[in-house]
Nanobody, 112 residues
Framework: QVQLVESGGGLVQPGGSLRLSCAASGFISSIYAMKWYRQAPGKEREWVATIYSGGGTRNYADSVKGRFTISRDNAGNTAYLQMNSLRPEDTAVYYC?????WGQGTQVTVSS
């Protein structure tokens, strides 16, 4: 059974950092791209970042470029999203996506 489980969300002050994790199981995750999306209240889900197999190629939405870093472990089973210089507008539920499957999401709230 293909499964993605996110973790690492929470409440952080503006300018702070969080690292999200996405643990994949049930498929050979290392050969697939893994993506992060987010959905803020009242807004559509938006793409945040992608890391391709091998981890050499990474793409970012303009809104997070220079602040967020996507990575994956050597086995390719876990993807990470390091989020620095967080802003209130980064508040959202963050979702991991791979092979057409979505995780359950993890809430990130940036507030003073």
């Amino acid at each position: 059974q293909v499964q993605l489980v996110e973790s690492g969300g929470g409440l952080v002050q503006p300018g702070g950092s969080l690292r999200l994790s996405c643990a994949a199981s049930g498929f050979i995750s290392s050969i697939y791209a893994m993506k992060w999306y987010r959905q803020a209240p009242g807004k559509e889900r938006e793409w945040v970042a992608t890391i391709y197999s091998g981890g050499g190629t990474r793409n970012y939405a303009d809104s997070v470029k220079g602040r967020f870093t996507i990575s994956r472990d050597n086995a390719g089973n876990t993807a990470y999203l390091q989020m620095n210089s967080l802003r209130p507008e980064d508040t959202a539920v963050y979702y991991c996506n791979a092979v057409g499957v979505w995780g359950q999401g993890t809430q990130v709230t940036v507030s003073s």
